[in-house]
């Protein structure tokens, strides 16, 4: 018995390779013996051949009457039952494990309270030792180490110290104009308040003219009061041949052209008959047909409709005499 004893442990050890190396960041790789699936993970393949293999047992263990999917269950059946090897024991109990991630489940589970670590100060505790470091040398040691830049408050967290500064110092603006009494809080705040006021600096130009403003909005209101009705005349530059029709893009030309020259309606409701030439008219026909919803609600009462066409009417025909007294 002795010696089929150490026959099974010599073909363990021959057979685990690089599968129990414990070297750190060592990347090992699992085949699936059934099909080409692989991973890093031993988990990963038990719940693939679980889950596609189910029922393929072809790993039978020559010592008894066990059997596994998976060549690594086998060996870890041979080294529990046959071998006794459990190399891992609890520091709580006498339980052994075969590796390490099943022994901290163990001790996770069953010995969650002998984990917790406590204050020796207090009633504090946790099941991590480092926040027990902490706790004590900022809650009893009175360490404060995070430091304010504009008084001599001094907090032991970072989080205290952000509260501070939001509580009493959020409307304090260091940075002051020397030209005249503008302060602020960000220095480039006050760069572009000098280039603005003080320096008189226009960095915003018309693209199509010569005027410049302080500000993207004024070059804005100059471009759609002077150059609008040019821009619409000049950019429409795609034409259609069949009528007197012209766009900006090419991309509208062709959308009229599927839908006025060709009549293509080629988006179909899948709940009635309705057909469109485009997608947004198939949403719109949806939204007020078949779902019910009412987007536009009258400004004067409760009344809501599909249609800003259908919320005039109501207006004209309910609220006219408001209207008139208006």
Do not use: W
């Not at 619409?232 to 991309?251: G, I, N, W």
Request: glycine letters at 2%.
């Amino acid at each position: 018995m002795d010696n089929v004893h150490e026959k099974v442990k010599k073909e363990v050890h021959k057979k685990a390779g690089p599968e129990h190396t414990d070297k750190p960041g060592c990347k090992i790789k699992y085949e699936c013996d059934f099909c080409d699936f692989s991973t890093n993970r031993l988990v990963f393949l038990e719940n693939h051949i679980e889950l596609l293999h189910s029922g393929i047992k072809n790993y039978k263990c020559h010592l008894c009457d066990h059997s596994e999917f998976i060549e690594f269950k086998l060996r870890n059946h041979i080294n529990v039952v046959h071998l006794n090897i459990l190399k891992y024991k609890c520091k709580y109990c006498d339980h052994r494990a075969l590796t390490k991630s099943r022994l901290y489940y163990h001790t996770r589970t069953v010995h969650k309270e002998e984990m917790s670590y406590s204050c020796r100060l207090c009633s504090y505790n946790s099941t991590n030792k480092s926040r027990i470091c902490s706790h004590t040398k900022f809650v009893h040691m009175k360490v404060k180490k995070h430091k304010c830049a504009y008084c001599d408050y001094t907090t032991t967290t970072k989080y205290s110290l952000g509260a501070h500064m939001n509580c009493v110092h959020a409307a304090l603006k260091k940075h002051q104009c020397h030209l005249c009494d503008f302060k602020s809080n960000l220095k480039s705040n006050l760069n572009a308040h000098i280039d603005i006021v003080h320096l008189k600096i226009k960095n915003h130009k018309c693209h199509l003219c010569d005027y410049k403003a302080k500000y993207q909005k004024d070059v804005k209101r100059h471009f759609d009061s002077v150059h609008s009705t040019l821009v619409r005349t000049k950019v429409r530059k795609h034409k259609c041949t069949l009528c007197d029709y012209s766009a900006t893009t090419s991309y509208s030309l062709k959308q009229h052209m599927d839908c006025i020259h060709l009549a293509l309606k080629k988006h179909q409701c899948h709940l009635c008959d309705f057909k469109t030439n485009t997608k947004s008219n198939l949403k719109t026909h949806v939204n007020i047909v078949h779902l019910r919803i009412k987007n536009h609600q009258c400004t004067l009462c409760d009344y809501k409709a599909n249609s800003r066409s259908d919320i005039k009417r109501h207006i004209d025909s309910i609220h006219s005499n408001l209207k008139e007294m208006k």
